[in-house]
């Protein structure tokens, strides 16, 4: 073979190859740019998601509670649990093994009522997502759990947690991620519950400063201590966890804003100073004497007092059997029952509230209208109420004063 065919060849064959790789270099070059296009949408998606979150924290932040921090304690997150110290008249908080005595609920907690009859509690639903349930008791059996309607009806929580059922036995928080109303890892919700239809109503995010970018859960009210836990591993190391307890009130305060510079919002929405929150020294001082009498075990309750009703400058009655008057009994339920509806109403009332301060005006205009018809049945239960305990009052006393 000559030296001018072995050149021809080599030379086809080398166009052989730049044409082979041409199409190659073209399919590389796709690729890289399917990977930047994704990359390029996963930025935008991350951006829009952060953009949503910062709008849903300013949202927050203009109907921000305004609560007092009385103590905080950063505990090992494995037994935090230990560091709730509740008075026994508001059930108890336990890990789901040690209650279930199975080992099909670690990690999740149930609450179980005063006198020990009823349960709420988290359980894992499929490999990805965990919701809450209800069981009672009776003749030491436990019923089949029943799921809580209401709570994940209209939501994308993934795990729903730490449940905790206030006295009145309506008013219901819980600890949930995944929702699109969160600010991120478990936030903290409230919802009541409806006796007539059998179910709860819809949840809703307490905001801040209770909840933040990180993990906040189990929030507790001790109505006979008068003071609050929640916990939180918001500028925390792995496996710590702070507990805050705080003083609740009956009415919803909300910080006005335009008091305070931007840097001190944030800061009271982070809770960067406890301090900061004091805003009320003989409130603070009284709060932190009953919670050192907790930790002392001094907390205590006089249970043979079923009720208490003044009567008079001199008399006090603690039994419902103490009325004189069999009528003033039938009119002491009747007192009973529209003070719970009284409580009950105010509690929704608050929830609507928050749901008002933190939408759009559309929402707003829609809830306008049920915001002013409960107010106005509140006052009329207040009016009642008022008129009952006086006839109450005014009856037993004449009757006394004639059988004297």
């Known amino acids: 073979m000559t030296n001018s065919i072995r050149m021809n060849i080599r030379l086809f064959v080398a166009f052989l190859i730049l044409l082979l790789a041409v199409p190659a270099q073209g399919q590389q070059r796709r690729a890289a740019k399917a990977q930047r296009a994704k990359k390029t949408q996963r930025v935008q998606k991350i951006t829009l998601e952060e953009q949503m979150r910062q709008e849903k924290l300013e949202r927050m932040k203009s109907a ?226 009953r919670l050192e009498d907790i930790r002392k075990g001094q907390h205590d309750k006089d249970n043979s007092s079923n009720i208490r009703f003044v009567i008079n400058d001199d008399l006090t009655y603690h039994q419902i059997s103490d009325f004189k008057l069999p009528e003033n009994i039938l009119r002491y339920q009747q007192l009973m029952r529209l003070r719970n509806r009284q409580n009950t109403l105010n509690k929704s009332l608050e929830r609507t509230r928050m749901v008002y301060a933190m939408s759009g005006k559309e929402v707003q205009r829609n809830l306008r209208e049920s915001i002013l018809s409960d107010e106005q049945e509140v006052l009329t239960l207040h009016q009642a109420t008022h008129l009952l305990e006086k006839t109450i009052r005014n009856t037993e006393n004449t009757f006394l004063t004639k059988n004297k």
């Open 64 to 289: 921000m509670q305004k609560v007092m921090i009385i103590d905080s304690m950063v505990v090992d997150k494995e037994h935090f649990l230990q560091y709730y110290k509740l008075s026994p008249e508001t059930g108890s908080i336990s890990d789901g093994d040690e209650f279930f005595h199975i080992k099909e609920h670690d990690g999740y907690f149930v609450h179980i009522n005063e006198i020990g009859n009823k349960c709420y509690y988290s359980q894992q639903v499929t490999d990805s997502t965990s919701n809450l349930f209800f069981r009672e008791s009776a003749n030491t059996e436990w019923s089949n759990p029943t799921p809580l309607v209401g709570i994940n009806d209209d939501h994308q929580f993934r795990h729903v947690n730490y449940p905790y059922m206030m006295g009145d036995g309506t008013t219901f928080y819980f600890a949930a991620d995944g929702d699109e109303e969160g600010l991120g890892g478990y936030d903290i919700y409230m919802t009541t519950y409806d006796e007539e239809d059998n179910r709860f109503l819809r949840p809703v995010n307490i905001g801040l400063p209770f909840n933040s970018a990180a993990n906040d859960y189990l929030y507790v009210i001790d109505e006979y201590a008068n003071l609050g836990w929640f916990a939180s591993d918001r500028n925390q190391e792995e496996g710590k966890v702070c507990i805050y307890i705080f003083v609740p009130s009956e009415m919803r305060l909300t910080y006005n804003i335009d008091d305070y510079t931007p840097e001190e919002i944030d800061g009271l929405a982070q809770i960067s100073s406890i301090a900061d929150t004091w805003y009320d020294e003989e409130q603070y001082s009284l709060a932190i004497h």
